[in-house]
């Protein structure tokens, strides 16, 4: 495992990144792929469009930072990738899976063993430390206890909370524990991992660095990463940015890091 660079809860102070660790191919396998997805909710006599026809591909290693103005569908569309609701028209691919092909069982699997989700409130629970946090999570998925304890600590060391393990979430700042939340969506080894605005409960320093550290990691865990955020300033941290508009997806544009092309 790759050793983390933070010591506590340590800050960084400028965009963008350090990426240097980020080595992804032009052409990275696609682990999300949306392609011609239409959502719609009943809307008085009517229907709301919230997904107009979204096609999105995000390879394995590759992070994508989506923006839009508020109601524009950027939670309808984590929710579709997420496998939480159905699309009335279109295709979620999940590392390379239909979604829309399984039973309900099966897209429970599929997203129990392929996605991790990351919500702005990183919801620990009060009575459990942090390495007990992803410990109960692994166990949740039914992973065995032992390599969960293993790979519990060595994810805490990554994210840079080693000495933080066995405390509770109350004795760690809000940064420290949005680093537990991420390092918690990991343990499964998902292939997509899903952010909602990671930053909203975070002043800037600390927002930097769970933004900058979720581009670490999307790298070395190889997994494919959409974060949806409402501060453009976070936005050159990731390799591509892309806009929802009244439903409709933009083509992501490449950052300028350097490191990788877009699919
Ligand atoms: N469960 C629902 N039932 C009906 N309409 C919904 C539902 N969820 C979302 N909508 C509508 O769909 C549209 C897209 O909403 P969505 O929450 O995806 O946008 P958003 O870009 O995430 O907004 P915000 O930034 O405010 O969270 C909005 O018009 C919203 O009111």
């Given at each position: 495992m790759p050793t983390s660079p933070f010591t506590s809860d340590q800050?960084a102070?400028?965009?963008?990144s350090d990426t240097s660790s980020r080595t992804?191919?032009?052409?990275?396998?696609?682990?999300?792929?949306?392609?011609?997805?239409?959502?719609?909710?009943?809307?008085?006599?009517?229907?709301?469009?919230?997904?107009?026809?979204?096609?999105?591909?995000?390879?394995?290693?590759?992070?994508?930072?989506?923006?839009?103005?508020?109601?524009?569908?950027?939670?309808?569309?984590?929710?579709?990738?997420?496998?939480?609701?159905?699309?009335?028209?279109?295709?979620?691919?999940?590392?390379?899976?239909?979604?829309?092909?399984?039973?309900?069982?099966?897209?429970?699997?599929?997203?129990?063993?392929?996605?991790?989700?990351?919500?702005?409130?990183?919801?620990?629970?009060?009575?459990?430390?942090s390495?007990?946090?992803?410990?109960?999570?692994?166990?949740?998925?039914?992973?065995?206890?032992?390599?969960?304890?293993a790979r519990a600590d060595a994810l805490l060391e990554e994210v840079g909370l080693t000495d933080a393990a066995?405390?509770?979430?109350?004795?760690?700042?809000?940064?420290?524990?949005?680093r537990?939340?991420i390092a918690?969506?990991l343990?499964?080894?998902?292939?997509?991992?899903?952010?909602?605005?990671?930053?909203?409960?975070?002043?800037?320093?600390?927002?930097?660095t769970?933004?900058q550290l979720l581009a670490r990691l999307t790298a070395e865990h190889?997994?494919?990463?959409?974060?949806?955020?409402?501060?453009?300033?976070?936005?050159?941290?990731?390799?591509?940015?892309?806009?929802?508009?009244?439903?409709?997806?933009?083509?992501?544009?490449?950052?300028?890091?350097?490191?990788?092309?877009?699919?």
């Open positions: 800050t102070s400028a965009v963008p992804v191919p032009a052409h990275a396998p696609t682990a999300l792929e949306l392609d011609g997805v239409t959502l719609t909710y009943p809307d008085g006599a009517g229907t709301l469009t919230a997904l107009d026809e979204v096609s999105l591909r995000v390879g394995a290693g590759q992070m994508l930072a989506l923006v839009g103005p508020s109601g524009s569908g950027k939670s309808s569309l984590l929710a579709v990738a997420a496998t939480l609701v159905q699309p009335q028209h279109g295709v979620v691919s999940i590392a390379g899976r239909d979604a829309a092909q399984l039973s309900r069982r099966g897209r429970d699997r599929l997203r129990r063993d392929e996605i991790g989700m990351i919500f702005q409130q990183p919801n620990l629970l009060p009575s459990l430390t390495r007990e946090q992803l410990i109960i999570a692994e166990d949740m998925r039914g992973g065995a206890r032992r390599s969960a304890a066995g405390r509770r979430p109350h004795e760690l700042s809000g940064g420290m524990r949005q537990v939340n918690r969506a343990i499964g080894s998902p292939s997509v991992l899903l952010v909602d605005e990671p930053t909203a409960a975070l002043d800037h320093d600390r927002s930097l769970v933004v190889q997994v494919a990463t959409v974060m949806v955020t409402h501060d453009t300033e976070y936005v050159p941290v990731a390799d591509a940015v892309a806009t929802m508009r009244d439903g409709a997806l933009s083509r992501p544009e490449p950052t300028d890091t350097g490191k990788t092309s877009w699919n």
